[in-house]
């Protein structure tokens, strides 16, 4: 079976940094995505890791290591816009949809 | 970027009628689409992956008699719930795999059904 998991709340302040952990145990690997959503909304792509390291796009980065079964998504510079729930996914194999952890609702404060 | 839209972005129906919710890949083409359904402060939840021109796969535990998911073209895909009840309101969201770059999925809006 599929777990991912990934705290269910986090609190910041703005101009802060704030780290989102999401540890996964999957049959399969194919890619790990994290995807932001704000209330009501559909979740918004930010970024997807296959291989082991660090992404950086902007203010956010992710990272992987396979090995660790762990990722974490790094949002530097917040702004309050970014309260939002982050969610973790993978992918087991290539061309499969994606498993969704139960997302991080993160609230930026002034 | 890819575009996907929903329509109704609401919906409040009566208990025992039909609804159609109709999801659109607006600048690409789509050959996968998913449907999802969440609940507050849960995650999404698959339900089912639409491939076009073909059945649809439904997750375990998804009713496809009841969810009639059709994917008629590369940038529509229709979920119809039947005889809906007051447990299946919810917010579904669809979502679009991008034809040439199979490793984004690109979501629509979502539908927010209420049933009475």
């Known amino acids: 079976g599929q777990n991912i998991d990934q705290p269910t709340e986090m609190t910041a302040t703005e101009g802060a940094i704030v780290q989102i952990n999401c540890t996964y145990q999957t049959s399969g690997f194919n890619g790990l995505f994290w995807y932001q959503q704000h209330a009501g909304e559909a979740p918004t792509f930010l970024s997807y890791?296959?291989?082991?390291g660090l992404e950086e796009k902007g203010r956010f980065s992710s990272f992987l290591s396979r090995s660790k079964g762990y990722s974490y998504l790094l949002l530097k510079e917040l702004q309050m816009k970014d309260s939002a729930s982050y969610l973790c996914a993978v992918r087991d194999r290539p061309r499969s949809t994606l498993t969704f952890g139960k997302g991080t609702m993160l609230l930026v404060s002034p | 970027g890819a575009v996907v839209s929903q329509h109704p972005s609401w919906v409040i129906c009566k208990s025992g009628t039909s609804v159609k919710i109709e999801c659109r890949s607006l600048d690409f083409q789509a050959t996968t689409m998913f449907w999802y359904r969440q609940f507050p402060k849960q995650s999404l939840m698959l339900m089912a992956t639409?491939?076009?021109?073909?059945?649809?796969?439904?997750e375990q535990g998804v009713e496809k008699d009841k969810f009639l998911i059709n994917h008629a073209s590369l940038t529509l895909s229709t979920l119809t719930v039947t005889s809906a009840h007051p447990e299946d309101s919810s917010f579904y969201i669809c979502?679009?795999?991008?034809?040439?770059?199979?490793?984004?999925?690109?979501f629509g809006p979502g539908t927010r059904l209420t049933v009475t």
């Open positions: 639409s491939n076009e021109g073909s059945k649809a796969t439904y």
């Open positions: 890791n296959v291989l082991d």
């Open positions: 979502s679009a795999r991008y034809r040439d770059r199979d490793y984004e999925q690109y």
